[in-house]
T-cell receptor, first 108, second 113 residues
Framework: RKEVEQDPGPFNVPEGATVAFNCTYS??????FFWYRQDCRKEPKLLMS???SGNEDGRFTAQLNRASQYISLLIRDSKLSDSATYLC?????????FGKGTRLSVIA | EAGVTQFPSHSVIEKGQTVTLRCDPI?????LYWYRRVMGKEIKFLLH????????ESGMPNNRFLAERTGGTYSTLKVQPAELEDSGVYFC???????????FGPGTRLTVL
């Protein structure tokens, strides 16, 4: 079983739609959780950290459920510029452990 | 502030040849990490330096890979001899403290023919 599992997509949504991504992780000792964004042929960039209490950054909301080992990302009012691959990332010790990513295409 | 830089951006070599990748972390970042993405797979950790010391090299695939960080500044990752399965994108990242955000470089796309 992969350490971090994500639905690869692609998710094709119209502008203005709300879209949700889910991720599960296998190591219950994992300590930190993140969503990274990766544009085509670019490096991953931190989108937001994820906390048990849930956190919001503008149109983006991230949630963590430690009991279920489940992480989510909600994007509201999708923009064309949100098109990218979203990587679910977990940190147990030092190195980051990445999921394969979920591809999002926002269509005009 | 300059970000993490990597050189070269692309490298195409033949099986059996040697390639050396370079990473310059953000100035002042003691922690330097190497990751690799093989086509169709997730990004995977290779190793972690704290200054010039190897903190964790559990992700290094085999002894054909040698990483160094002499002087605790830039790092090199040498693949010798390269095999077909070494093709992929090699990312370097750096962070100021352990557990802080890791900033990624643009990657080196390695193709072994």
């Amino acid at each position: 079983r992969k350490e971090v599992e994500q639905d690869p997509g692609p998710f094709n949504v119209p502008e203005g739609a709300t879209v949700a991504f889910n991720c599960t992780y296998s190591n219950s000792a994992s300590q930190s959780f993140f969503w990274y964004r990766q544009d085509c042929r670019k490096e991953p960039k931190l989108l937001m950290s994820v906390y048990s209490s849930g956190n919001e950054d503008g149109r983006f909301t991230a949630q963590l459920n430690r009991a279920s080992q489940y992480i989510s990302l909600l994007i509201r009012d999708s923009k064309l510029s949100d098109s990218a691959t979203y990587l679910c990332v977990v940190m147990t010790n030092t190195p980051l452990v990445f999921g394969k990513g979920t591809r999002l295409s926002v269509i005009a | 502030e300059a970000g993490v830089t990597q050189f070269p951006s692309h490298s195409v070599i033949e099986k059996g040849q040697t390639v050396t990748l370079r990473c310059d972390p953000i100035s002042g970042h003691d922690n330097l990490y190497w990751y690799r993405r093989v086509m169709g797979k997730e990004i995977k950790f290779l190793l972690h330096f704290v200054k010039e010391s190897k903190q964790d090299e559990s992700g290094m695939p085999n002894n054909r890979f040698l990483a160094e960080r002499t002087g605790g500044t830039y790092s090199t990752l040498k693949v010798q001899p390269a095999e077909l399965e070494d093709s992929g994108v090699y990312f370097c990242a750096s962070s100021q403290e352990l557990g802080n955000e890791q900033f990624f470089g643009p990657g080196t796309r390695l193709t072994v023919l």
